[in-house]
């Protein structure tokens, strides 16, 4: 059975940093693209950085620069750590596997002073 | 980047309805799109993937079709368990996009 299960988020306040992780089992986690997907509250899902088997990288323009996507493929794990963050950037984070096909329960991150 | 809208943006409609909601990119992304339903507290459950290939364990009653720029996710017969939002992603640029979403709704 797939299992993505994310964590470390919570409350931080604007401009702080914050590292989110997702620890996969029940595939063969080297194998897949990974991606992170948000949705604020309220609001619609909205895609935020994909990482490929190979390493390649991208991001939406609205956190380009201040996000970074890694894997650690030795601990089946997805990591986004996000700095300079902002009031906007509250969501619940969810993680995905291959063209996201299968979903954590996603983590709440609020940025709020 | 791509732009995916979606429309309606909500609909009502009754058990047993025949229910259609439309995608449309601004350039083309071959049949590089996947449809996805949400209900409320929930993650997102994949429906379709290449536009129109049902996922496994997915209900027959959801169909996806379209290619190019014009893409459609249809529900045969509206069933309780249906309502909820939906959504469309393009995945062939490098950077991804949602639709903006339809919320079904019981009428």
């Known amino acids: 059975e797939v299992q993505l299960v994310e964590s470390g988020g919570g409350l931080i306040q604007p401009g702080g940093s914050l590292r989110l992780s997702c620890a996969a089992s029940?595939?063969?986690?080297?194998?897949?693209?990974m991606s992170w997907v948000r949705q604020a509250p309220g609001k619609g899902l909205e895609w935020v950085s994909v990482?490929?088997?190979?390493?390649?990288?991208y991001y939406a323009d609205s956190v380009k620069g201040r996000f970074t996507i890694s894997r650690d493929n030795s601990k089946n794990t997805l990591y986004l750590q996000m700095n300079s963050l902002r009031a906007e950037d509250t969501a619940v984070y969810y993680c995905?596997?291959?063209?996201?096909?299968?979903w954590g329960q996603g983590t709440l991150v609020t940025v709020s002073s | 980047d791509i732009q995916m809208t979606q429309s309606p943006s909500s609909l009502s409609a009754s058990v047993g309805d025949r229910v259609t909601i439309t995608c449309r990119a601004s350039?083309?992304?071959?049949?590089?799109l996947g449809w996805y339903q949400q209900k409320p507290g929930k993650a997102p459950k994949r429906l379709i993937y290449?536009?129109?290939s049902l996922q496994s364990g997915v209900p027959s009653r959801f169909g996806g079709s379209g290619s190019g720029t014009e893409f459609t996710l249809t529900i045969s017969s509206l069933q309780p368990e249906d309502f909820a939002t939906y959504y469309c992603?393009?995945?062939?640029?490098?950077?991804?996009?949602f639709g903006q979403g339809t919320k079904v709704e019981i009428k």
């Open positions: 995905a596997n291959e063209w996201l096909q299968f």
């Open positions: 029940g595939f063969t986690f080297s194998s897949n693209s």
């Open positions: 990482i490929y088997t190979g390493g390649t990288t």
């Open positions: 350039q083309g992304i071959r049949n590089d």
């Open positions: 290449a536009a129109s």
């Open positions: 992603l393009q995945y062939n640029s490098p950077s991804w996009t």
